[in-house]
């Protein structure tokens, strides 16, 4: 079944305590992007990248860091989270960047930081 | 500001009802889609339009690209209780970077 794999789903931790987002797809795309959700926001995109070790910034990417040593694979990072990054946070995939792809979702990690 | 304006942001009706959702920008889209969001889960894609004046229909759904290719709406015929959920709006422009970009959503509510 092809999808896209987040976790932790849920995940609740203190100010600056380093944590890890993994995200998996097993599609074979090209391309992968974190997004975060906040009411009335919408979903802005954190971080994307456009194949293995090419990685970019999004529109909200300040606070957190991403990697693609492989091609299924897209963490995401939080070096010393704080309180504002508390948010509900999607990984998406696509066949590619381009414009009319088809991105499917994971199931969304919702991230608590007291 | 949202790139993507929907409204309304909020919609609560009864079933067999139907209802228009609206996604509007000043810029122009080379495409658009609509997401379809439930409780607990990513969201999953309805349809992509791409053409300026498009009509898709998907069942008792009905999407349609404006002209311009700066609007977009999904009209429901006969709202039922599974309808329930949170309808994104999502597109790609030039003016931002071709990148997808999504609207704040519309919450709609079918009450049995």
């Known amino acids: 079944e092809a999808q896209v794999t987040q976790n932790p789903r849920y995940l609740i931790t203190v100010t600056g305590k380093k944590l890890t987002v993994t995200c998996s797809q097993n599609?074979?795309?090209?391309?992968m992007s974190w997004y975060r959700q906040d009411p009335g926001l919408g979903l802005r995109q954190i971080y994307y990248?456009?194949?293995?070790?090419?990685?970019d910034k999004g529109d909200v990417p300040e606070g957190y860091k991403v990697s693609r040593k492989e091609k299924r694979n897209f963490p995401l990072i939080l070096e010393s989270p704080s309180p504002n990054q508390t948010s509900l946070y999607f990984c998406?995939?696509?066949?590619?960047?381009?414009?009319?792809?088809?991105?499917?979702f994971g199931q969304g990690t919702r991230l608590t930081v007291v | 500001t949202q790139l993507l304006e929907q409204s309304p942001q909020f919609l609560s009706i009864q079933e067999g009802e139907n209802l228009t959702v609206y996604c509007n920008s000043s810029?122009?889209?080379?495409?658009l889609q609509w997401y379809r969001q439930e409780p607990g889960e990513g969201p999953v894609l309805l349809v992509t339009?791409?053409?300026?004046?498009e009509v898709k229909k998907l069942k008792r759904l009905t999407f349609q690209f404006g002209d311009a290719r700066k609007d977009s709406s999904l009209h429901i015929t006969a709202a039922q209780p599974g309808d329930t959920g949170l309808y994104l709006c999502?597109?790609?422009?030039?003016?931002?970077?071709?990148?997808?970009?999504f609207g704040a959503g519309t919450i709609l509510r079918v009450k049995s």
């Open positions: 998406a995939s696509s066949f590619s960047g381009a414009q009319g792809t088809e991105a499917f």
């Open positions: 599609m074979n795309h090209e391309y």
């Open positions: 990248s456009m194949n293995v070790e090419v990685t």
């Open positions: 810029s122009v889209f080379s495409s």
């Open positions: 339009v791409v053409t300026g004046g």
């Open positions: 999502a597109g790609y422009s030039m003016e931002y970077g071709n990148k997808l970009v």
